[in-house]
């Protein structure tokens, strides 16, 4: 992934609290799309190739490895230090299962109120 400094001042900007989640996940879609990793959300790691697997497929898992790496960081960066801690030795599938079990709830009853209140 480059290191876009502009892409990534979004994320800086706009860190996981929880009630942001829907936002944070959004800003998240769009720095990974723009460094062409978006993939990262979507498609669990590559497991590690059997013993005699030939040297193009241990190389396409380790560079699948080192891009969700790199999602993880990211994604980590861009949350709270207490939410952070909570998700620091997983994977990016494994974090978006978590977080969206933890926040959408949350997102959706905070929009239920919010639609109650302008009605």
């Not at 942001?20 to 959300?41: A, C, P, S, T």
């Not at 909570?86 to 994977?91: A, F, G, M």
């Not at 990016?92 to 209140?117: P, V, W, Y």
């Amino acid at each position: 992934m480059s290191g876009n400094l502009s892409s990534h001042s979004i994320l800086d900007t706009n860190k996981l609290t929880g009630l942001n989640f829907l936002d944070w996940l959004r800003n998240v879609r769009i720095v990974l799309k723009q460094e062409n990793n978006l993939y990262g959300l979507d498609t669990p790691p590559l497991c590690l190739p059997v013993v005699d697997a030939s040297k193009e497929v241990v190389q396409e898992c380790k560079n699948c490895q080192e891009d969700d790496d790199q999602v993880v960081c990211m994604m980590l960066g861009s949350m709270t230090s207490e939410i952070e801690r909570q998700h620091e030795n997983i994977d990016a599938q494994t974090i978006i299962l978590h977080l969206k079990k933890m926040f959408n709830e949350q997102s959706r009853t905070k929009r239920c109120e919010t639609s109650k209140e302008m009605f």
